[in-house]
């Protein structure tokens, strides 16, 4: 069984930083495996942002995270990170990282992925 955990929300000014991990439950190794971000909103449907693949750890984001996101692993920590910066209201929901084992690539469909974290919030407002 695969357990991810999400951490790092809180609430952020327009314009600020917040940087996101996923870490893996003891025993699974995150290296192996493509690993997404994905946020819903209120009202709204779940929406890809970034995912790092697991051949070669190239990154791939959504157009409008492009520029001001960035994913990233740490392999010795077993965890992947999603840096956000220049945040806006809009990027305000759950955000959620999420893998399958038989994912080789990157992937913004959410039937894509079998495992997901429980999400942590990231509210920006002043």
């Known amino acids: 069984q695969v357990q991810l955990v999400e951490s790092g929300g809180g609430l952020v000014q327009p314009g600020g930083s917040l940087r996101l991990a996923c870490a893996a439950a003891?025993?699974?190794?995150?290296?192996?495996?493509?690993i997404a971000w994905f946020r819903q909103a209120p009202g709204k449907e779940r929406e890809g942002v970034s995912c790092i693949v697991t051949s070669d750890d190239s990154p791939y984001y959504a157009d409008s995270e492009k520029g001001r996101f960035t994913i990233s692993r740490d392999k010795a920590k077993n965890t992947v990170y999603l840096q956000m910066n220049s945040l806006k209201p809009e990027d305000t929901a759950v955000y959620y990282c999420a893998t399958d084992p038989r994912l080789r690539y990157c992937s913004f469909d959410t039937y894509d992925y079998d495992y997901w974290g429980q999400g942590t919030q990231v509210t920006v407002d002043y």
């Open positions: 003891s025993g699974f190794t995150l290296d192996y495996y493509t």
